[in-house]
């Protein structure tokens, strides 16, 4: 039995949930079909099982509401230190001197040390089954190339990475991380495509984005017919890959006996918010539970949802892919080098927008200052050193805490740990002065 004065709530390992959660299905609007950019007219599915692994389209435009998680990819989560434990952050509620609990979600545990290997495995799962022999890809900070090459290493095939370049030189172990788990792994724009030699001929040292190491991934494997491409945030099938998370901390919480208040996650393109929140956002959508508020935070330098126009725009900075309803700050907007490089996108999820657009998701921007700040504090209470990815959604639910201690409430905030910081400490030691 768990109570609320537990540090850590865990799941057993038949307790893991056996299907992902499609929010689709519950969403009552008509979620806004991708298009093609020449006709405007929708694209088909065919045409985007050329890029992508087959059953992953099926999964991206799927609208049942329960999708089966195949045997041997239970396994591999199992592998990946799933079901993950929610832990409560009482250290850091002492520290505020707040009536608030705040509870966190251990997606930090996996052996890349993020969210992103639920659902790096079953994209590279589904690949290799399908007689795909290389995947390639784009990363921003190195969480995700990290999670695809330790997927692509599990199941056997290879692997690519174009890493955007800032993020490249500014954290060079997650590309050996890579690079040992037996990717290649390109600093992105690079010379081995059309598009990255076109941009660098106007400048050698272009800091690269998110945007254009899409650019180049997709090129890739439009050129090579053994490669298929794979993303690791925005598209339905990998957030739905996500809801892992999300159901498991209903499960926690039912334990508790607890409804949250607030539930907080970060945003890049939206794959661990959207995991963590989307199973208790289909229980408000389907009118079962009028609470939690979802709020999505996000850097300053690059807030898509709390400053972008929900309007059709291209997912990458090439405009190669099919155009997308979502919040955007133009695909051609180049953010500034901070050191949440897995929040330098322009764009976000279609579902998150679609249900932002439609008021069942706020938004919040901090600076980089405030969320290292914030990350020192929980550091010293919890002694935990998250991504600065992840920082974001700590100085929200820091926020949420003071705002219940002035008005003496016992608000129940919940927030997704959505990786640690334990090779993002150059962005620790140049922000917060460390030497
Ligand atoms: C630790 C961590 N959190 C969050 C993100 C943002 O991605 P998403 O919005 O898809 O969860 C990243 C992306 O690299 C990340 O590495």
């Not at 850091?92 to 992103?116: C, M, V, W």
């Not at 953010?335 to 679609?354: E, F, K, N, Q, W």
């Amino acid at each position: 039995m768990s109570n609320v004065n537990d540090v850590k709530v865990q799941l057993e390992l038949d307790e893991m949930p056996k299907k992902w959660y499609n929010i689709l299905a519950d969403i009552k609007s008509e979620f806004p079909p991708y298009l093609n950019p020449a006709t405007k007219e929708p694209i088909p599915a065919e045409a985007l099982m050329g890029l992508f692994p087959k059953e992953c389209v099926k999964q991206e435009l799927s609208e049942e509401r329960y999708i089966s998680i195949p045997d041997e990819l239970l396994e591999h989560y199992y592998r990946l230190g799933r079901p993950s434990p929610l832990y409560r952050a009482k250290h850091l509620e002492q520290k505020l001197n707040t009536p608030a609990i705040i509870f966190f979600k251990r997606e930090d545990l996996s052996p890349t040390g993020s969210h992103k290997p639920n659902t790096a495995i079953a994209q590279a799962y589904y690949a290799a089954k399908e007689g795909v022999t290389n995947l390639s890809t784009e990363t921003g900070a190195g969480q995700w190339g990290s999670a695809l090459a330790y997927s692509c290493a599990m199941v056997g095939i290879k692997c690519t990475v174009f890493m955007v370049r800032c993020s490249y030189d500014q954290k060079p172990y997650r590309k050996y991380i890579m690079k040992i788990l037996g990717a290649d792994v390109y600093a992105s724009p690079s010379d081995k495509t059309e598009y990255g030699r076109s941009l660098l001929a106007k400048d050698p040292n272009h800091p690269g984005s998110l945007g254009i190491a899409i650019s180049e991934a997709i090129e890739m494997a439009v050129k090579n017919a053994d490669t298929k491409y794979t993303l690791g945030s925005v598209l339905n099938y990998v957030l739905l890959h996500q809801t892992v998370i999300g159901q498991e901390l209903i499960a926690q919480m039912n334990k508790l006996d607890l409804i949250p208040d607030y539930l907080i996650g970060c945003v890049g393109g939206g794959s661990n918010f959207a995991g963590f929140s989307f199973p208790y956002l289909g229980q408000i959508l389907r009118g079962e539970l009028s609470s939690p508020e979802v709020l999505a935070v996000e850097p300053v330098a690059c807030p898509s949802l709390t400053k972008g126009e929900y309007r059709y725009d291209f997912g990458d900075t090439a405009k190669t892919t099919p155009l997308i309803k979502m919040y955007t700050l133009g695909c051609d907007f180049i953010p500034p080098s901070i050191h949440a490089g897995g929040l330098r996108y322009h764009g976000a999820a279609p579902t998150i927008s679609l249900l932002k657009n439609e008021g069942f998701i706020k938004s919040v921007a901090y600076p980089q200052e405030q969320i290292f700040q914030c990350a020192k504090l929980f550091a010293e209470s919890e002694g935990l050193i998250p991504a600065p990815e992840t920082s974001h959604a700590i100085c929200a639910a820091i926020d949420l805490a003071k705002e219940a201690k002035k008005k003496n409430e016992r608000k129940v905030i919940v927030f997704n740990y959505s990786g640690h910081g334990l090779l993002d400490l150059e962005g620790y030691r140049s922000i917060l002065k460390l030497d």
